[in-house]
């Protein structure tokens, strides 16, 4: 069935998950609450839960398939809440495109709060790639409150890409995960504030396997008057390794905080956490302007690359 998609719409949906129109194969696309469209695969499933979000059934073995789940907001003043709960199947190999944008043109708020949940089966991989992003020419305030948790069993693996890309006021993230034998890892979030917006991303990572590891990155950019904080622990209980990275470039009157963490309960634990933060270097920007682009460009060109 065709869906008659506003420019506002599809401006959210092209900016969140790449999407121009309906997908192909898997998908599930919201809007202000409720559902636009719906279509299932032969190896996926989506379907309404007891919360009115999704469960999302990815069968055993099933190879190389793509789920989109985004969600758009344009109705200004509401709250929408959402709990969703993913079953990836043993051996599955599975991309999942999520992510929330709001249209907002008014002086009220509007706000989104993401509950997913992520259990992983036993040498499962799961790509999981979401976009936040906000706009409306007015002073209006948009919120999003993501909350993630994941369960990896034995030998799976689990990608996460996790980033704001703009005109989003507040957010706050939690994320809790489990991390089982041999299975791996990676976290990378990206983020970009600016004016008066605030971030704050808190994760808890247990390590409980033999042979588990994780790797998360971090990387943002906080302009203005902006205020971000980060606060990720990592935890060994196992014979496992861990390493935390974040990277903040800071302009302006804007705070930055970061607060890695790692804690070991096992003597063959390997933990290692680290984090910078600074403005641009003077060298870069003159650099490229020697090769003819203007301060702003130049400053421009260094944030996308750091970002990228």
Same mark, same amino acid.
């Given at each position: 069935?065709?869906?008659?998609?506003?420019?506002?719409?599809?401006?959210?949906?092209?900016?969140?998950?790449?999407?121009?129109?309906?997908?192909?194969?898997?998908?599930?696309?919201?809007?202000?609450?409720?559902?636009?469209?719906?279509?299932?695969?032969?190896?996926?499933?989506?379907?309404?839960?007891?919360?009115?979000?999704?469960?999302?059934?990815?069968?055993?073995?099933?190879?190389?398939?793509?789920?989109?789940?985004?969600?758009?907001?344009?109705?200004?003043?509401?709250?929408?809440?959402?709990?969703?709960?993913?079953?990836? =199947?043993?051996?599955?190999?599975?991309?999942?495109?999520?992510?929330?944008?709001?249209?907002?043109?008014?002086?009220?708020?509007?706000?989104?709060?993401?509950?997913?949940?992520?259990?992983?089966?036993? =040498?499962?991989?799961?790509?999981?790639?979401?976009?936040?992003?906000?706009?409306?020419?007015?002073?209006?305030?948009?919120?999003?409150?993501?909350?993630?948790?994941?369960?990896?069993?034995?030998?799976?693996?689990?990608?996460?890409?996790?980033?704001?890309?703009? =005109?989003?006021?507040?957010?706050?993230?939690?994320?809790?995960?489990?991390?089982?034998?041999?299975?791996?890892?990676?976290?990378?979030?990206?983020?970009?504030?600016?004016?008066?917006?605030?971030?704050?991303?808190?994760?808890?990572?247990?390590?409980?396997?033999?042979?588990?590891?994780? #790797?998360?990155?971090?990387?943002?950019?906080?302009?203005?008057?902006?205020?971000?904080?980060?606060?990720?622990?990592?935890?060994?209980?196992?014979?496992?390794?861990?390493?935390?990275?974040?990277?903040?470039?800071?302009?302006?009157?804007?705070?930055?905080?970061?607060?890695?963490?790692?804690?070991?309960?096992?003597?063959?634990?390997?933990?290692?956490?680290?984090?910078?933060?600074?403005?641009?270097?003077?060298? #870069?920007?003159?650099?490229?302007?020697?090769?003819?682009?203007?301060?702003?460009?130049?400053?421009? #060109?260094?944030?996308?690359?750091?970002?990228?």
């Amino acid at each position: 069935m065709a869906v008659d998609l506003s420019p506002i719409d599809k401006d959210l949906l092209e900016n969140i998950a790449g999407l121009h129109g309906m997908p192909n194969g898997a998908f599930n696309v919201r809007k202000n609450g409720k559902l636009v469209e719906r279509n299932n695969s032969a190896n996926v499933t989506i379907e309404t839960n007891d919360q009115g979000g999704l469960e999302v059934k990815v069968k055993d073995n099933a190879k190389r398939e793509t789920i989109f789940v985004p969600v758009i907001l344009t109705k200004v003043g509401m709250v929408d809440t959402v709990y969703n709960n993913f079953h990836i =199947g043993r051996g599955a190999n599975v991309e999942i495109i999520a992510g929330c944008g709001i249209h907002n043109d008014e002086h009220k708020t509007t706000q989104h709060d993401g509950i997913h949940s992520f259990y992983c089966g036993e =040498g499962s991989y799961t790509k999981y790639i979401e976009k936040h992003y906000g706009n409306g020419a007015a002073d209006g305030t948009r919120i999003l409150n993501p909350q993630t948790k994941v369960v990896l069993e034995k030998n799976a693996i689990c990608e996460m890409e996790m980033s704001q890309i703009g =005109g989003v006021t507040s957010t706050i993230r939690e994320s809790n995960i489990t991390i089982g034998q041999g299975a791996k890892l990676i976290i990378t979030e990206k983020l970009m504030t600016e004016g008066n917006q605030t971030a704050t991303s808190n994760m808890k990572i247990e390590l409980v396997g033999n042979g588990s590891s994780v #790797q998360v990155i971090s990387r943002s950019v906080a302009k203005d008057h902006s205020q971000q904080v980060f606060n990720p622990l990592v935890t060994g209980n196992a014979k496992c390794s861990g390493h935390v990275q974040c990277d903040s470039i800071i302009m302006g009157k804007a705070k930055v905080k970061s607060i890695p963490a790692i804690e070991a309960a096992h003597e063959d634990a390997q933990l290692v956490h680290e984090a910078a933060i600074g403005k641009i270097a003077g060298d #870069q920007l003159v650099k490229l302007m020697t090769l003819g682009l203007s301060e702003e460009e130049a400053e421009a #060109q260094i944030l996308d690359d750091f970002l990228s």
